[in-house]
Antibody, heavy 118, light 110 residues
């Protein structure tokens, strides 16, 4: 079975950085992208970007471009998302999801709550 | 402001059929597949419909999807209390080279 397991909740101060991991299993890592989506409290889904499991090519949303970096570790089938210069409006649940580029996400991780508060 | 437009709410009584609409543009729905996701409170989204009208094997056939032009719809027949959730449509955006989502529709089973 396909599984995506994310790291645990974190609390950060404004201006700090956060790094969330997403370990995948049950499929060939290189055949899919990983898409990151976040959801602020009581709000909808916001696409943040994707990273290719094949060649680590990335594409980031304009809303986080310059503050986000997505990377892969093929040896452990793990994807990382780092967000820098955190602001209070970055408080959200962050999801990783497997995707086939234009087909969109199918399997999702359980989510990681990141709280930005002074 | 979401790229795809959904009604914020929908409702129905048990056994009824309800539909949820999703409107986009030619760079999104018009030229790409539409997916639908169900999100129960406190949980991650779950894929309900993919490639406009395909259903994962574990999803009941009460759920169906359709697409026409730059719009899509999700239909739920034989409504049940456990269908009460938030529903999101999603599609690729050619101009962003990324995913876009609707703002979500909160379904209430009366």
């Amino acid at each position: 079975q396909v599984h995506l397991v994310q790291s645990g909740a974190q609390v950060k101060k404004p201006g700090a950085s956060v790094k969330v991991s997403c370990k995948v299993s049950g499929y060939s890592f290189m055949n899919y992208d990983i898409t990151w989506v976040r959801q602020a409290p009581g709000q909808g889904l916001e696409w943040m970007g994707w990273i290719s499991g094949y060649n680590a090519k990335t594409n980031y949303a304009q809303s986080v471009h310059g503050r986000v970096t997505m990377t892969t570790d093929t040896s452990t089938s793990t994807v990382f998302m780092e967000l820098r210069s955190l602001r209070s409006d970055d408080t959200a649940v962050y999801y990783c999801a497997r995707s086939l580029r234009r087909d969109g996400p199918d399997y999702w991780g359980q989510g990681t709550l990141v709280t930005v508060s002074s | 402001q979401s790229v795809l437009t959904q009604p914020p709410s929908a409702s129905g009584t048990p056994g009824q059929r309800v539909t949820i609409s999703c409107s986009g543009s030619w760079s999104t729905i018009g030229n790409n597949y539409v997916n639908w996701y169900q999100q129960l409170p406190g949980t991650a989204p779950k894929l309900l419909i993919y490639r406009n009208d395909e259903r994962p094997s574990e999803v009941p056939d009460r759920f169906s999807g359709s697409k026409s032009g730059t719009s899509a719809s999700l239909a739920i027949s034989g409504l049940r209390s456990e269908d009460e959730a938030d529903y999101y449509c999603g599609s690729w955006d050619d101009s962003l080279s990324g995913q876009v989502f609707g703002g979500g529709t909160k379904l209430t089973v009366l």
